[in-house]
């Protein structure tokens, strides 16, 4: 078991640009999270897949941001025409109903700074 | 919506002293994790509590949850400059997790 892995672990972006970045949960986890989380607060959640279903996104999700979990495995989240305010830690989790009750196991991260 | 409030927000202490982190919701948790953060890594899973007024410890790190299953306190016996994080107790909605600021606990050597 190597944990949850992401990648890239910085990316730097001009405005305007697309960014993806990828998350690989634990092997046989069924529910995978993303969260962002800005300088000095928590992370605040974005959305969750069970297998490969979307099962819930934030209102902080806008329309520039889309996430994919194609075969229940990895999971992609990009954000079309990035904008200064998108700078922040993007967070991906990963669970089983096997876990303790409500325990999620998080990836390093991806530091985003949109210039 | 359940209200986290974590206190205090910043701590910042010397090498070998002790010190408690507290975590209070408006709502009874059905179970409790306490996550550490470092700079620029992801949160760390340290534990889960569920029943009220249990008692877990982590070598100088013992976690307690109260008897209302509504706040918990982490205390750190003996800090030492890796203890020093963000300390989050998040609350679980439908699954998802809701965390407040957190402690930020910075020690010195």
């Known amino acids: 078991d190597t944990g949850v892995s992401q990648d890239p672990r910085h990316k730097i972006t001009k405005r305007g640009q697309n960014v993806t970045f990828r998350c690989d949960p634990i092997s046989e986890h069924n529910r995978l999270y993303w969260y962002r989380q800005t300088l000095g607060q928590g992370p605040e959640f974005l959305t969750y897949f069970q297998n490969e279903a979307q099962l819930e996104k934030s209102r902080l999700l806008s329309d520039r941001f889309s996430a994919e979990r194609p075969k229940g495995s990895f999971s992609t989240l990009e954000i079309q025409r990035t904008e200064q305010g998108d700078s922040a830690m993007y967070l991906c989790a990963s669970t089983t109903a096997l876990a303790g009750p409500n325990e999620q196991f998080f990836g390093p991260g991806t530091r985003l700074t949109v210039l | 919506t359940q209200l986290l409030e974590q206190s205090p927000q910043f701590l910042s202490i010397q090498e070998g002293e002790n010190l408690t982190v507290y975590c209070n919701s408006s709502s009874v948790f059905s179970s409790l994790q306490w996550y550490r953060q470092e700079p620029g890594e992801g949160p760390v899973l340290l534990v889960t509590?569920?029943?009220?007024?249990e008692v877990k410890k982590l070598k100088r790190l013992t976690f307690q949850f109260g008897d209302a299953r509504k706040d918990s306190s982490l205390h750190i016996t003996a800090a030492q400059p890796g203890d020093t994080g963000l300390y989050l107790c998040?609350?679980?909605?439908?699954?998802?997790?809701?965390f407040g600021q957190g402690t930020i606990l910075t020690v010195h050597p």
């Open positions: 509590v569920v029943t009220g007024g």
């Open positions: 998040p609350g679980t909605s439908y699954g998802k997790l809701t």
